[in-house]
């Protein structure tokens, strides 16, 4: 079985400019997360989706961020305009509806903004 | 809402030495507790994981037990070895709101 994927695995833009980061969770999974993970940290969680309902973006920073799951699958999650504090790693993980002590992560989007 | 406090890194020992790392929890309720692992390149992996109190989560030799009154899931190896060098991640779930809460992560250098 095919795990978390994420591409791309490294993004290096310069700051101001747009950019996408996509996720396909395991097949089966309703349940879908994007974390951010800041160099040194441990990661934290932007949103959550239950099948194509964000159903917690509490720290998603809306006025840069977005994020959609039009399907109930494949995700994508979007910065514009990127600023230079935004360099991190952006992971991805699921897990089946109601079991969220079983999370798979993906490997993770390194962004640089230059 | 749920906080997790580990030991800062590097851990540095030889091969074959015992292992701890120390976390530490604060939450209202009663938290699931996990040790995920990050080795270099990938993912975060679950490594072992514990529901309640007194449960004792173990997995590769690993072993970490739940213990309300220290509030506290320390992870243990009696044997390290080279391979297991990679960064360590305690983290709690509180169920009232299904969120993952992760410590800032303890990096594991194991030596021949």
């Known amino acids: 079985e095919a795990g978390v994927v994420q591409s791309p695995r490294y993004k290096i833009i310069e700051k101001k400019q747009p950019v996408a980061f996509w996720c396909n969770p395991i097949s089966g999974h309703n349940t879908l997360y994007w974390y951010l993970q800041n160099l040194g940290q441990g990661p934290e969680l932007l949103i959550r989706?239950?099948?194509?309902?964000?159903?917690?973006d509490s720290q998603l920073p809306k006025d840069r961020f977005s994020a959609e799951r039009l399907k109930g699958v494949d995700s994508t999650l979007k910065i514009q305009p990127a600023e230079l504090g935004d360099s991190a790693v952006y992971l991805c993980a699921s897990s089946r509806e109601g079991s969220y002590n079983e999370q798979f992560f993906g490997p993770g989007t390194r962004l640089t903004v230059l | 809402g749920n906080s997790v406090t580990q030991m800062e890194g590097p851990v540095t020992l030889s091969e074959e030495a015992f292992l701890t790392i120390n976390c530490t929890y604060t939450?209202?309720?009663?938290?699931?507790l996990f040790w995920y692992v990050q080795y270099p390149g990938e993912g975060l992996q679950l490594l072992l994981k514990a529901t309640k109190a007194d449960d004792k989560g173990s997995n590769k030799g690993f072993e970490a037990t739940y213990r309300k009154e220290t509030t506290s899931f320390h992870l243990e190896k009696g044997s390290v070895q080279v391979s297991d060098s990679a960064v360590y991640f305690c983290?709690?779930?509180?169920?009232?709101?299904?969120?993952?809460?992760f410590g800032t992560g303890t990096r594991l250098l194991v030596s021949p």
């Open positions: 983290a709690a779930l509180n169920t009232g709101f299904q969120k993952l809460v």
């Open positions: 939450a209202t309720g009663y938290p699931s």
């Open positions: 989706y239950e099948n194509e309902e964000a159903v917690d």
